[in-house]
T-cell receptor
Framework: KQEVTQIPAALSVPEGENLVLNCSFT??????LQWFRQDPGKGLTSLLL?????REQTSGRLNASLDKSSGRSTLYIAASQPGDSATYLC????????????FGPGTRLSVLP | GAVVSQHPSWVICKSGTSVKIECRSL??????MFWYRQFPKQSLMLMAT?????????EQGVEKDKFLINHASLTLSTLTVTSAHPEDSSFYIC???????????FGPGTRLTVT
């Protein structure tokens, strides 16, 4: 059974810092991995989608890497801003379990002005 | 990008009543829709997967008779919480996909409070 963990569970940093959020998964047989952002009481906003054959994806100040063999993905946020404050979720789509996503518990990020 | 809507965005109902939540894909045909549940400060848990025109597949521990899912068209899936109780209070999020292993697009969620 695929399990996804995220470290740290919560993070509070001053504005301007570069951040690293970690995601680990137990089964490397994945179809893809996706990073989402969730604001309190809101739905999910897709940030980056990495296919299993890819090593990284970039969008603006965000960069996500994928090391499938070690079961890890990292989300880098450059020059953090207060508007980046949210919960960041990673989710994997296991290759062996159909189309379902398995979500991690999330990292709650607070960027202080 | 693809847009998925949910209605209502929030609902308060009395214990024992039933509540229907709609999930619509606005600009694409969704052969598969997913329903998730999220408790406060917890991650999303998949409840069921529905394919258009067929019965939904429920995850272990999810009561089929409690959470009725209908995916009658390629743009609409509904989740009905029957005889709701306070413990059913949660944030329900749907997602829709154009096909197997395509990207999933998430709705904005529905906050259900049962009093």
């Amino acid at each position: 059974k695929q399990e996804v963990t995220q470290i740290p569970a919560a993070l509070s940093v001053p504005e301007g810092e570069n951040l690293v959020l970690n995601c680990s998964f137990t089964d490397s047989a994945i179809y893809n991995l996706q990073w989402f952002r969730q604001d309190p009481g809101k739905g999910l906003t897709s940030l980056l989608l990495i296919q299993s054959s890819q090593r990284e994806q970039t969008s603006g100040r965000l960069n996500a890497s994928l090391d499938k063999s070690s079961g890890r993905s990292t989300l880098y946020i450059a020059a953090s801003q207060p508007g980046d404050s949210a919960t960041y979720l990673c989710a994997v789509r296991p290759r062996n379990y159909g189309q379902n996503f398995v979500f991690g518990p999330g990292t709650r990020l607070s960027v202080l002005p | 990008g693809a847009v998925v809507s949910q209605h209502p965005s929030w609902v308060i109902c009395k214990s024992g009543t039933s509540v229907k939540i709609e999930c619509r894909s606005l600009d694409f045909q969704a052969t598969t829709m997913f329903w998730y549940r999220q408790f406060p400060k917890q991650s999303l848990m998949l409840m069921a997967t529905s394919n258009e025109g067929s019965k939904a597949t429920y995850e272990q521990g999810v009561e089929k008779d409690k959470f009725l899912i209908n995916h009658a068209s390629l743009t609409l899936s509904t989740l009905t919480v029957t005889s709701a109780h306070p413990e059913d209070s949660s944030f329900y999020i749907c997602s829709a996909s154009p096909g197997a292993y395509y990207e999933q697009y998430f709705g904005p969620g529905t906050r259900l409070t049962v009093t």
